[in-house]
Every structure is written in C-alpha cells, then in structure tokens.
C-alpha cells in the first residue's frame, strides 16, 4: 500500500499534478495519493461488482426466479461502519494538515497583497510595490491579503493552498518554498470580467536575488522619468486592459502610437490624446468615455492613489509609445 | 383494476390544447412541467454548448479560439447556464415532473392533496422563469448562479430581477415540496403504510421536507440582497460595514440542502429501476428511507463546507468537514443496497437499467470525488477548480440527469399509454454515457492541475484537455438528441403499450396505461411492501 | 382532477374521503405553509441579532427614533385581534355566523388601525429624512435636532423598514384573507361542519400576530 502510494505520488506530481514545491504540497498529494488508492479500490468493488452481477444474472428467461434478499444485518453494519472509519481517517488526517496550513509562522517574511479587478499588487515592507510576488527560497513567507473592491482568492497550485481575499478584512496564507522557479499565481474566486486574466507570477528566487531585487526596486525613484512611467505602467497593472506594442484592442483601448492623435467620445465630442486627456482619464475614467468602449467604463479610478510625480511619469511613458 | 373499457384516460378526457393548462390533474400539470422543464433544459444545454467551444482553444492573441466576444459575454452565458439549469432544470426535474406524475399513483391517491395548488404551482414557476430570461434582454447579469456579494451588489447588470426571479421560483419550489408532504401525510391509501411506500415515493418525499425547510432561507437571502442593492444598507457591502462572507453562510444554507433537492429524487427513481428491472425486491428498503431522511437532516449543518477557503475560522471549517464525512455514510449505504439488489436478480438490459447502472457508475465516482473535497487539506487545492466543476456535474449531470432520462423511459409506456423504440433509447444511453464521462473525466485532472472554474480564457498547459473535454460536450449532444428523436417517435408512432410492460410491483402499473382521470378504477387496497418480487 | 360531491353536508374533493379526512389535509398545509413563513422571519432575526452584536450602539442609537408607545399600543391591537379573529371561528362552530361576521369586522377594523399608526410612523421618519440604507439623511436630520452617532445607522434603519415592511405587508394579506371570509361567511357559506378558510386565515393571522410579538421588542426596545 505505502509502496503503490509513492508510486501515486510519483506520477501525480510529474503529469497529474502542478509541480510540489514545498512540504505541505508533498504532504497534500500524499493525502490525496492514499484518497486516489482508496477510492479506487471503492470504485473498483462498486462498479466491477455492478458490472460482475449484470453479466452474471444476465435475465435469461422472461420467468427467472430471483432470490428473496430483503436484509442482512451484518453486511449493512459492515459497509456503513468501513467507510465511516474510512472518512474518519481522512478527516483526521485532513485536520493535521489543514491546522498547518492555517498556523502562520513567527517571524515569516510578511507581504502585503492587494487583490483590485483584475491584478494583485504585492507591497513589501520597505515599500515596494509590484505585481508580480517575489520570495527567497527555504523561507516562511506570510501573506497578508486584502481586496478593494470584490471577493479574490489568491492560489498558488504548486504550493496547493488559496485562500480569499475578502474587501474589509485581512486573510492570510504562508508557504516556504523549497523550490526555485516561477509559479502560477490565480484568481480563484469569480470577479468579472477579467477574471481569468488575474493571473499572476510567484517568484522564488535566492535570498541574494531577493535582496538585490529589493534595493533595485526600490532605487525606482532614481530612473529616467520614461522608464520610471514603465515599471508603475506594470505595477498598477495597467498593461492588463491597454496594449502598449500594437493597436489591437485589449479590454480598453490600445495606447500604442494615440500620442497627440484626435479621438471621439461617446457622446459625440473630440479630444486630443494629450496631456490633460490622459491625467483625467487616470484619475476620472468615467468622465470622458471613448466612443466604442462599455459605458460606464470598467476602469477603476486612481485618484488619489498616483502621486503628482507618478502621474507624470506614467504620461511622460505613454508619450514615448509613438 | 385494470382495463377501462372506455377507452378514456387523463390525456382524452378533456379535449383541446387550451384545457391543459387549466387542468388540475396531477398527471396533466406533470406534462406541463415536463414541456416547459426540457426547454429550459434545451437553453442551459445550448449555453454549456457555448461556454466549452470557447474553451475549446486558449484565446492567443486578440480573436484566435475565441468564440464568444469576450470575458463579459462568456460570464453572462456561464451565469445562465447555471442559473437555468439549477432553478429550472434540476430543482423542479424529478419531483415536479415524476413526482407528479407519480407519487400519488404510487401511493394509491386520486390526487395530490391541492390539486389548485398544485397547478399554481406551475403557474408561479412559469412567472419566475419569465423573469428570469427578461433579464436576458434587460441587461444580463454576470454573477455567477450564486450570486456572491460584493460582486453582485457591484455589477451592473439586471440582478434584482434575477433575484427576485429565483425568489419566485423558490416559492413554486416551495408549494410543491409542501402539497407532496400533505399528500403523503394524508391520501395513502387503506393499508399503505409509510414503509410500504415505493422508494421514489420516499426521496420524493424527503425532498418536500428539504423544500419545505430551506427555500424560505434563500427567500430572505434573495431579499435582503435586493435590499441590499437598492438601499445599501449595509448588511453585506464591506464598504458600508457588512460582511460579504454572512451571504454565503446564507446563500449555502438553502443552496447546500439544495444540491440534495436535485439529487435525493435521483435516488429515489434508481432504486425504482434497479429493482424492476432486476425483478427483485430492493435490499435493505428500510436502510434507503431512512437514509434518504438522514441525508435531508444531515444537509442542513454542511453548508460551511463551501467555504474552506473563505476566511471563516478553523474551527468551523473542521466541523463542516466532519458534518460532511457523516452525510457520506447515508450515501455509501444507499450504493452498496443497490449493488446487492443486483445480487442473484435477473438483469433486463433495458435502456432504463442502463441508465440506472449508469447512474451507479458515474455516482460512485462522483461520491469519491466528494469525500476527497470534503477532507479540508484537500479542499484548499481543489477549492473553485475545476476539480468541483467535473465533481458536481458527476453528481448533478451524470447523477440526476441520468436518473431523470433513466425514469421517464421507464414510465413513458405509463405517461404516454405508447412504447419507445428500445434500440434508438439504447444508443441515446452509449453517447451520453461515453460523451459525460470524456467531457467530464478530463476536468478531475484540470482542476488538479489548478485550472481554476470560471475562466474564459486559460494558461497553454491546460489546452489538451480541455480539447477533450469540448468534444465529449459533442458526444453528449448526439446523445440527447437521440433521445429527444426517440421520444418523439415514441409519441407519434409507438406501439400501444400494455399496462404493467416491464412486470414492476408498485401501484403505477395496477391502473391502465395511461391511466385514466381518477388513476384507479377502484380504490387499491394495499396488503404488502412494494417489491414483492417472490 | 376537481370534482366534489357533498359528504355529511359539506363540499368535499374527490379525493378526499370525507370532510374530515379534507379538513386534516387542509389544516396540515396551513401549518406547513406557516413553517415556511416563520422560517423566512426567522432568516432575518438571525441577521438582526449577528449585526445588533456587531454593532449594539448603533442599534441602541437607531431604536430611540421609535416610538415605544406607539409600537405598545400596535401591539395590544394586535392581540385584540387575535383574539377576535379566535372568536370568529369559535361563533362559527358554534353556529352563530352573525356574530362570527361582527367578530371579524373587528378584526379587520384592528388590522386596519394597526396599519394606520405603522402610517404614521413611516412617513414621521421619512418627513425627518428617516431612510433605509444610503437614503438616511444625516442633513434633514439635523434640521429636527438630531446629529446622527453612527455612520451606518441606515443598516438599523434597513432592518426596521425591512422587517416591519415585510409584516405590515403580511397584515395587509391577512386583512385581504379575512375580507374574503367574511364575505363568504355573509353569503352563509360556513357552517360548524365547515369552516376551513377561516380556521386557515386564523392560523394566519395569528402567526402574524406572533411575529409582531417578538419585532416589536427587538426593534422599539433594544435601547
């Protein structure tokens, strides 16, 4: 049994399974692999036993005489008790690894991570905010997670946990990834329209990459204005509504070469794609509403959230798209 | 009993179309339901159509594999794909349509207690689903069946009027599951004890009593969510102080024993057909009715076990799984009965049995699936993957919906006085068994994988399966068709069925086929259990 | 299936076997209905009371807007009508129709009273900008003296207007129901062989009554 369970595992974590990148992933599809035996010996009986009496008391004559079975005491005891001892030892064994799961551990490195239609912002504890997750290897990690607006669930397959990040309150999920490499980061909780493009990638990296990365992000300040405007072009996740490198239309409308252009609203009247065009539809998205898009606009607003020096960074990279 | 040499059944009786929808007959309102049940049944099913061809290629760049127009359209046909086909498809299927037409011919009754109640019934679920597909060319709405808040207070669409359309419908829900308890109360006839009753009479009737108990609860769920949208009140928008997670403790409590709705009639019409068409008593009768009561009563303290993941405490999230553990007892029970039911009988493979041993088949996989979601730890993984989506459409699909197809077979020679061809019903069971378990099966190893459920579009590593997946949706669609095909030819050119075709034991087959107005000729007086097969 | 024939004097569907056998199936569904409506209550007493230990001050705050007295005096009336509407059925058993009639005017006259003073009640609050929800109007408000405490007093409001909305809407049924009876019971349609319609509505009424009897501490007297 323990053998054709590891032999389970095996397979499971090579094709059936996302990749197992820390000890809990391991100890969740050993649970799942003895769930996977045991069921299928469970199917087995079920079904080749179905299978084995259809065949066997195939109806032969339309008179058969068939036996008159109404009860039998012992066999009723025997197949509610085995499987209620069955499901009461996975439930146990499920307890202890759901308690781990779910017991942070101290002094784990603690990111913030922001769930907002449709792009997860992780923000560390010296300030730095990016939209992908990254983390140093063999090291707990908590993440603290909250939403803006509506219910996310933040999942990370290769670690097997998820946890919702609800608007309101603080949830929390921690990993210590054994592994290095990039991870699927997914929203699992139904959020609109772009649902399924809230997805995100988790890095795990050295401790020295993870400290370099750091300084480096946090030294953003000191960038040209232009290359500044393209990393907060990523961190605010604009990128996942406007195309920058072709005029093709994502969910907004594509940035690429609209500098200085004329362009129509909804309403009938004209603009200029410049300066003051694109500063108010950052910060009041509803207020002019490009003709051929859905009104009222999807985009949230950012008022109050891009600093002056931000807001022309973003403008100053949006210019330099032509 | 027996012939009526009239020549007079429930169908003649009362001439024109328009008579039957003023009739009070149960088994007239039955063909109602059935009527209306199987166009909705063709909506949702032309929407799941929809929702995996989309998903039948990853969306590369802007238009390639894509086939509806974007995200939001894709959330709107998978909101009415669900919506339709638990409010309108599965809900009222086995009970408002076999029910009717059977659970007062079983129990040897005229009728069902209100025969007013029971046309209004139909009427109220007719001005629900109205509402609903109004909403479709209002503005469609895009939450989900299960209309989460925030998001559902947030959105933009028609959600009121879907509200207030489940709402309606729960209420016809309701009036049924409350007319079906009084009439199994009350109209049993002489020496119809309630362990004399056929099987199917009693999931039907442990299904009134989930009914009768948990719709109300969805009723003010539905309510205090309109509230919610029109005045902010702040019961379940974080911004204004409530909590979105009280509206899924809501939304389960109905929607959990809910699921049990869809599936205990499905129970009940298995073990019809597994005994007849074993001509053998069923092993265990008193074990299958109680278990069918204690799967209603158990299902009312497992609603949490939708909510793992949700941010409610541990704690809870160990008893909701150890509630769950238990409701699988109940269900392990009722499996093994009817394999033994099997045991020494003389098997007919008769396009209802297969159906029902298909039901057997798809169920256990489906009940295995079930247990792995209920362990906690596992729970986490799977949790809104598409892991649950092939779990519960084994359950519902490959459960009720085999069930439903499975039992109008077997009756149709008594609803319809007509036989069906059994060779084109036999290919009708090969696609769409075959056809679920290549659409389905795929999605087990999807969701563990981490395809999460929900998604228009989807990372590369996921594209062979769903490929797969898609063209099983084909196979299945054969496979309706073919039964719909056989149904037809049924109706119009099938042979005149005799009363009792198949040799079954309940009350049903005693009276002609199709029976007249009044059921029986003379009042049956019942001396024995259901199955006597001696 | 609707044909009746007359057994022991009374209409009876056909099938039923007799008045009484009809008159149980009868009783049975009312009460079974009225699990549902307590049920339904039931549902939002459970949101009031998670969000009053959420949040007591607030409900405390929201409950001295109500005028105890006059939700007192909703209530005697209330019961003043339980009572006769008891009595319009026991006059019919007894084989007083008359009387019977007279005891659910009053009945309708007390649904009627009550609903007059819930009148009142609502459009005081909505004249000193009293609204469910995001229409509570802190500014009108102060006009009459009072600066608002708690910013989410419309949830208190919410639950005030949704509840007391929601029975005032079943009183408003009941007073239809019992109309309907003593219509009937004018046109001598009962008798003390078979007075179903107004037993059901009684059952009715009365459970209304009884919901009244556990919102009216709850709302008016939480403070």
């Known amino acids: 049994m323990a053998i054709l369970m590891l032999l389970v595992n095996k397979a499971m974590a090579g094709t059936f399974m996302p990749p197992q990148a820390t000890e809990i992933s391991k100890q969740v599809d050993n649970l799942y692999g003895f769930l996977l035996v045991v069921s299928f010996i469970s199917c087995v009986i079920l079904i080749g036993g179905m299978i084995y009496f259809v065949v066997k008391y195939k109806r032969k004559t339309a008179n058969d005489k068939t036996a008159y079975i109404t009860h039998d005491t012992r066999l009723e005891v025997l197949w509610s008790v085995i499987p209620l001892i069955i499901f009461l030892l996975v439930f146990g064994w499920g307890w202890v690894l759901y308690h781990d799961m779910r017991t942070m551990p101290k002094d784990a490195l603690e990111i913030n991570i922001t769930g907002k239609q449709w792009a997860w912002t992780a923000e560390y504890k010296n300030g730095v905010k990016a939209t992908e997750v990254v983390v140093p290897v063999n090291k707990d990690v908590k993440l603290v997670l909250g939403s803006e607006d509506v219910i996310h669930s933040f999942y990370i397959p290769s670690f097997r946990i998820k946890q919702d990040a609800v608007p309101g309150r603080y949830s929390a999920l921690w990993f210590n990834s054994q592994k290095l490499g990039e991870f699927h980061v997914f929203c699992t909780e139904y959020c609109g329209t772009s649902h399924s493009g809230m997805i995100t990638k988790l890095k795990v990296v050295s401790q020295e990459d993870f400290n370099k990365w750091l300084i480096e992000e946090s030294e953003v300040g000191t960038l040209p204005l232009a290359q500044r405007g393209a990393k907060y072009f990523q961190t605010r996740a604009c990128a996942s509504c406007h195309n920058v490198d072709s005029a093709a239309v994502k969910i907004g409308p594509s940035l690429y070469q609209r500098w200085g252009k004329e362009g129509s609203n909804a309403d009938g009247s004209k603009y200029t794609f410049d300066e003051n065009h694109v500063r108010e539809s950052i910060l009041l998205p509803q207020a002019q509403l490009t003709a051929g898009y859905p009104q009222p606009s999807p985009m949230p607003s950012f008022q109050g959230q891009l600093s002056e020096s931000e807001l022309t960074a973003l403008i100053e990279y949006i210019k330099g798209l032509n | ?534 | 299936m609707s044909t009746s024939r007359l057994v022991n004097g009374v209409e009876v569907a056909s099938h039923y076997r007799d008045e009484k056998h009809q008159y149980a199936s009868n009783k049975e569904g009312i009460w079974l209905f009225m699990v549902t409506e307590i049920l339904m209550f039931g549902g939002l007493f459970v949101g009031y009371i998670l969000f009053h230990s959420l949040y007591p001050e607030m409900f405390a705050e929201g409950a001295s807007f109500l005028d105890w007295k006059l939700g007192f005096i909703n209530t005697l009336v209330l019961i003043f009508s339980s009572l006769t509407m008891a009595l319009g059925i026991y006059f019919n058993q007894v084989g007083q129709p008359k009387k019977a009639t007279w005891a659910l005017a009053i009945t309708i006259l007390c649904g009627a009273i009550f609903m007059v003073i819930k009148y009142f009640e609502y459009t005081h609050k909505f004249h000193m900008g009293i609204f469910p929800g995001k229409f509570l109007d802190p500014a009108m408000m102060a006009e009459y003296g009072h600066t608002v405490q708690n910013s989410n007093l419309g949830l208190y409001f919410g639950f005030y207007f949704c509840m007391s909305g929601l029975h005032g809407l079943h009183v408003l049924i009941g007073m239809g129901l019992i109309t309907w009876v003593m219509i009937k019971n004018i046109k001598g349609d009962f008798n003390p062989k078979y007075y179903t319609p107004i037993e059901g509505v009684g059952i009715f009424w009365h459970i209304v009554d009884l919901i009244w009897i556990f919102l009216f501490p709850l709302l008016y007297l939480v403070g």
Do not use: C
């Open chain 2, 1 to 534: 009993m027996g012939h009526h040499s009239s020549g007079k059944n429930y169908i003649n009786e009362e001439p024109g179309l328009l008579s039957w929808f003023t009739s009070l007959d149960h088994k007239r309102i039955a063909i109602l339901y059935f009527v209306s049940v199987m166009t909705f049944f063709l909506v949702g099913g032309i929407m799941a159509l929809l929702l995996r061809l989309e998903l039948f290629a990853p969306n590369t760049t802007a238009n390639v594999g894509q086939v509806l127009k974007n995200g939001d359209v894709y959330n709107q046909v998978l909101t009415y794909h669900g919506a339709i086909m638990v409010f309108m498809v599965i809900i009222p299927g086995i009970p408002a349509i076999l029910g009717n037409f059977f659970l007062p011919l079983q129990i040897g009754a005229k009728d069902v207690a209100f025969p007013r109640l029971n046309l209004a019934s139909w009427y109220v679920l007719m001005l629900g689903a109205t509402l609903a597909i109004l909403t479709f060319f209002n503005s469609k709405i895009d939450t989900g069946w299960t209309f989460y808040t925030p998001y559902s207070i947030r959105t933009g669409s028609s959600v009121v009027m879907m509200v207030v359309a489940a709402f309606i419908m729960g209420m016809s829900s309701i009036l049924t599951g409350l007319n079906f308890i009084v009439t199994v109360h009350k109209l049993r006839a002489p020496g119809m004890s309630m362990f004399r009753m056929p099987l199917f009479t009693w999931a039907i009737y442990s299904t009134a009593i989930l009914q009768v108990l948990a719709t109300p609860v969805l009723g003010i769920t539905l309510l205090l969510l309109v509230m919610e949208r029109t005045f902010g009140v702040g019961i379940f928008d974080p911004k204004l102080g409530g909590d979105p997670v009280l509206f899924q403790h809501f939304f389960w409590f109905y929607s959990h024993p809910a699921v049990y709705i869809m599936i205990l009639p499905a129970m009940g019409v298995v073990s019809e057909l597994i005994t007849t068409y074993s001509k053998k008593t069923i092993f265990g009768y008193t074990a299958i009715a109680y278990s069918s009561i204690g799967i209603a009563a158990v299902s009312f303290f497992v609603w949490g076990h939708h909510m793992f993941v949700s941010g409610q405490s541990e704690v809870a999230g160990i008893i909701f799984s150890f509630l769950t553990m238990l409701v699988g007892v109940p269900t392990a029970i009722k499996m093994f009965n009817w394999l033994a039911t099997l045991y020494k009988g003389s098997i007919q493979f008769s396009a209802p049995m297969l159906f029902a041993l298909g039901f057997l088949f798809l169920f256990a996989i489906g009940g295995v699936t079930g247990i792995m979601l209920a362990v906690t730890a596992i729970d986490v993984h799977f949790h809104d993957t598409y892991f649950v989506v092939a779990h519960f459409h084994y359950v519902m699909v490959g459960g009720t919906l085999m069930a439903i197809m499975g039992g109008f077979f077997h009756w149709f020679p008594k609803m319809f006085g007509k036989m069906y061809n059994e060779t084109t019903a036999i290919a009708s069971w090969v696609f769409i068994f075959i056809g679920f378990n290549v659409t389905f099966f795929p999605q087990f190893i999807l969701g563990a994988k981490g395809m999460p459920r929900r998604y228009f579009d989807y990372v590369l590593e996921y594209e062979q399966l769903n490929k797969i997946s898609t063209m099983g949706s084909w196979l299945i669609t054969i496979g309706f068709l073919i039964g719909l095909y056989t149904i037809i030819r049924g109706l119009t050119s099938g042979a005149k069925a005799p009363d009792n075709p198949w040799g079954a034991k309940t009350l049903e087959w005693q009276t002609s086929s199709p029976p007249i107005m009044h059921n029986f000729d003379h009042d049956p007086v019942v001396t024995a259990g259901p199955y006597e097969y001696k």
